[in-house]
């Protein structure tokens, strides 16, 4: 995800953009994202979800921090994993946002790790929330979002890992993969519409409330959360900030 604090980034003192122009460009490039996913021809996404032909052969790998770094979820998914256990999401690492009084500000949540960096709901290599999982989880390894490769050219990202693990050249039939395509594009489309949701709520609950982004104090606050103080984070989920206290519980 784009952050806001990177629009910030080697900029000069007189090239400096306010706040709102900053989460107006970042909007801009989000809906222009969502026109190009919804004009994406479906055969191009259902020839490669055939050519690749991906087949899980239960190693579980992408269930982890090493892998995949976060399980981001969208607003319905929040519902369902609450109700598998309240205490398993935290804010989505990243955080776009920070005001001058330390608070920071994030698109919404993303499932808790376990020690060993693995998802809270895997045991033995099995998933305890397989009917309820995620929807990205359901989708896996199949997306398609723009990305920069390693040059820095910005182009569509459809799979994730490829030949890092599992099964390839399954037979899947022309039904399946013609659903896939299509719960990819819904999966990426409600993505972009929580993040411009977000940014919208952020602009105007900045400028209320009088708020400004300051680099400095989020260098500074970070720097109390890595060595295992205590952050405010607003998560934003269902249209509204839910007010998170988090610490990183670093042993120094
Ligand atoms: S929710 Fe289940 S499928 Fe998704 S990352 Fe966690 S263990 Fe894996």
Not at 11 to 25: C, G, P, R
Not at 137 to 152: S, T, W
Not at 227 to 250: A, C, H, P, R, S
Request: proline fraction near 2%; include cysteine.
């Amino acid at each position: 995800m784009l952050l806001i604090r990177t629009i910030y980034a080697g900029m000069h003192t007189q090239e400096l953009i306010t706040l709102s122009k900053a989460i107006d460009i970042q909007m801009e490039s989000a809906a222009e994202e969502l026109k190009a996913l919804q004009a994406y021809p479906d055969e191009e996404l259902i020839a490669i979800i055939k050519e690749v032909g991906f087949k899980c052969d239960l190693c579980a790998r992408c269930c982890t921090q090493e892998f995949n770094d976060h399980v981001f979820l969208l607003d319905e998914d929040l519902k369902s994993v609450r109700e598998a256990d309240p205490n398993a999401v935290e804010p989505a690492p990243y955080y776009e946002l920070c005001d001058q009084h330390g608070n920071f500000y994030v698109s919404g949540y993303a499932l808790k790790t376990q020690k060993d960096g693995s998802c809270i709901f895997l045991r033995e290599k099995r998933c305890t929330i397989y009917d309820r999982r995620p929807f990205i989880c359901r989708l896996y390894p199949y997306m398609l979002h723009m990305e920069a490769d390693e040059k820095g050219n910005i182009g569509w990202r459809q799979i994730s890992g490829l030949d890092l693990h599992g099964c390839y050249h399954d037979d899947i039939s022309d039904e399946e993969c013609k659903t896939l395509a299509r719960e990819i594009k819904t999966y990426e489309q409600a993505f972009l519409v929580q993040k411009i949701a977000f940014l919208e709520k952020s602009k105007q609950h900045f400028e209320k409330n009088k708020l400004k982004y300051v680099q400095s104090v989020y260098d500074r606050e970070m720097r109390k959360f890595n060595k295992g103080g205590q952050i405010k984070v607003f998560v934003f989920f269902n249209g509204v900030f839910e007010d998170n206290n988090v610490g990183n519980n670093i042993s120094l």
